[in-house]
């Protein structure tokens, strides 16, 4: 008998039935005695294109049903070797951007002051932010991995400094994140100018386009990645879902053609393992543009693979 939470069983439970928590975990409102705390930040008035992530986070808890205990590749068992409860989602204001953003903070500031790692699901991209100010009040600042079609480095969109779009410019300007020790993987397609770009390579982050991607296996990039960031300091993953190609992962509210494949996804995760990773965050899977379902079982599994890429997680022999 296992002192951690085990996920309920497919054989003991049909995945169709039962309540469906992420990884059918137990539901635990606080996240006091916890090593890990999934989160979810149902929030999308941040987004400048098509809405509906906030309902990732209820279709990634309904599609986590099929994701198993056990990596088969990596021997990889987090259940048994972190304790881990699915503790609901943020009570967001729906009608004030500004407000969730310090709701967000708030709350993520009572998970890390438990002593939980924390493992989040949007939502949009904008709930990085407040996460990150949480993080670095813990930490200081952040070295980040950061998977995305976009930069999000924008001054300012339509007026806002602080959308879907802005948030990294923004948390390199709070002092954040340490951006010589900040990579950008599968950047791509059009933008509005060289500096959509070039402003976060001047401050020393290392922009990794889909393109230098292309047709190759990611594992030699997540080495040098390793060496950069050093096996101490406080990491954070964002991955935004939209970083993958869109016949992979359709369901997203800005889509980009030619971009990173499952299987780079599932490099760039388990290539984080060895380095201290803090805290991670899957954004930006939009249920009404994923009929399938596929791009948020998708989600479910990338956030299956970050568990077992926090420090400590159990690989069997």
């Given at each position: ?37 999934i989160v979810g930040v149902p929030l999308d008035c941040g987004t400048s294109n098509r809405a509906g992530s906030r ?263």
């Amino acid at each position: 008998m296992s002192e951690f939470n085990q996920p309920l069983s497919g054989n003991e439970m049909p995945r169709f039935g039962g309540i469906a928590s992420m990884f059918r975990l137990p539901v635990q409102l606080s996240a006091e005695g916890l090593d890990v705390a999934i989160v979810g930040v149902p929030l999308d008035c941040g987004t400048s294109n098509r809405a509906g992530s906030r309902y990732g986070p209820r279709q990634i808890r309904a599609e986590s049903v099929l994701v198993r205990p056990y990596g088969m590749a990596t021997k990889a068992a987090p259940f048994d070797s972190f304790q881990v409860a699915d503790t609901g989602d943020v009570a967001l204001n729906t009608y004030n951007l500004e407000k969730s953003i310090g709701i967000i903070e708030s709350h993520f500031d009572g998970v890390l002051a438990s002593g939980a790692k924390t493992l989040a699901m949007g939502g949009d991209h904008t709930i990085t932010l407040p996460i990150l100010r949480a993080q670095a009040k813990v930490h200081g600042p952040l070295a980040v991995v950061h998977v995305d079609a976009h930069a999000d480095m924008n001054d300012h969109m339509f007026g806002e400094s602080i959308t879907h779009g802005t948030i990294f410019r923004r948390a390199i300007e709070e002092g954040l994140i340490d951006p010589t020790k900040m990579v950008q993987i599968g950047l791509r397609a059009t933008g509005y100018a060289a500096d959509d770009f070039d402003w976060a390579r001047q401050r020393g982050v290392r922009v990794v386009s889909a393109e230098e991607c292309w047709y190759k296996s990611l594992d030699p990039l997540m080495a040098e990645v390793r060496e950069q960031i050093g096996s101490d300091h406080p990491v954070y993953l964002s991955f935004d879902i939209d970083g993958l190609d869109p016949s992979v992962a359709p369901g997203t509210g800005t889509p980009e053609p030619a971009g990173l494949m499952t299987s780079q996804s599932l490099e760039i995760i388990r290539g984080a393992f060895g380095t201290n990773l803090v805290g991670a965050d899957l954004v930006e899977v939009s249920p009404p543009y994923d009929t399938s379902g596929n791009t948020a079982l998708l989600a479910a599994n990338l956030m299956f693979e970050m568990l077992c890429s926090f420090p400590g997680c159990q690989r069997r022999d």
